[in-house]
Every structure is written in structure tokens, then in C-alpha cells.
């Protein structure tokens, strides 16, 4: 399976499961893309916070902060431009509709697990900037 590919499904997935707990069901889509949105960021952070504890213990988010508005923009675009623009998420949850049941169903545990790692990947880089001591950098 492509990136291509497995993004889409990711985004098939997250549609499924608003449409499943969203009561009434609308936006599912945009719910769906900012779901995505916020992993991307998520991922960001972490790699900051990588970068911080083992290459630069001196690097400041905050003196960086327009560019990681920028990626967060550029991430943004890309999005919208994947799902939202012309209603691709359409053609997209037709594909993936077609598959069968057992198929869909391994295919959203792991999404499930991906997305499970990428929040725990997220808190572990937290865990491992608080072991720092940071009073040895001042």
C-alpha cells in the first residue's frame, strides 16, 4: 500500500469513527481533517522536543515559533487540498467503502494502534524533557 494510500485510509477511518459517535452527523469531513491536522502537529511537537533533548539543548521553540506556524500552514494547505477541496473525501470514502468488512476492520485497528503511538510518542518526549535538569543550561 502507498502513503498515498494509507493517508487516505487514515482520513477513512477518522470519518467513520465521527460518523459513528457524532450525534447529529454533519462535518464529519472537517472533523476528520482536523483530527489528521492535530496528529501532524502532535508529530511536530515531539520532533521539537527530540530536537531539544538530544541535538540542541539550547533551542527555544519560541524563537522558532513562525516557523513552525508556517509547516503548521503548509501542513494545513495540504490537507485541504488532499480532502476538503472538490469534495475528494467523497471519491475517497467510496474507495475504501468497496473493501471488504474484515479488511475494514483490521485496517482501523491499525490506525487505531498508529494513532495510539503517535499520542504516546508525543507524552514520552514530554517525559524525557522533564528528566532533564535544566539548571545545568542557564
Not at 12 to 41: H, M
Amino acid at each position: 500500500m502507498s502513503i498515498k494510500k494509507m493517508y487516505y485510509y487514515l482520513f477513512y477511518t477518522l470519518y467513520k469513527f465521527w460518523e459513528n459517535i457524532s450525534y447529529p452527523r454533519f462535518w464529519s469531513d472537517i472533523k476528520a481533517s482536523v483530527s489528521i491536522l492535530a496528529l501532524q502537529i502532535w508529530l511536530l511537537i515531539s520532533l521539537f522536543v527530540y530536537y531539544n533533548i538530544f541535538i540542541d539543548r539550547f533551542f527555544n521553540l519560541n524563537d522558532y515559533l513562525s516557523l513552525f506556524f508556517i509547516l503548521v500552514l503548509i501542513l494545513l494547505i495540504i490537507d485541504y487540498y488532499t480532502f476538503n477541496n472538490k469534495n475528494k473525501w467523497m471519491i475517497i470514502l467510496d474507495e475504501f467503502d468497496k473493501l471488504p468488512k474484515k479488511k475494514n476492520i483490521i485496517g482501523s485497528v491499525v490506525v487505531g494502534v498508529f494513532i495510539l503511538l503517535i499520542i504516546l510518542n508525543l507524552i514520552y518526549s514530554f517525559y524525557l524533557m522533564s528528566q532533564i535538569d535544566w539548571s545545568q543550561y542557564k
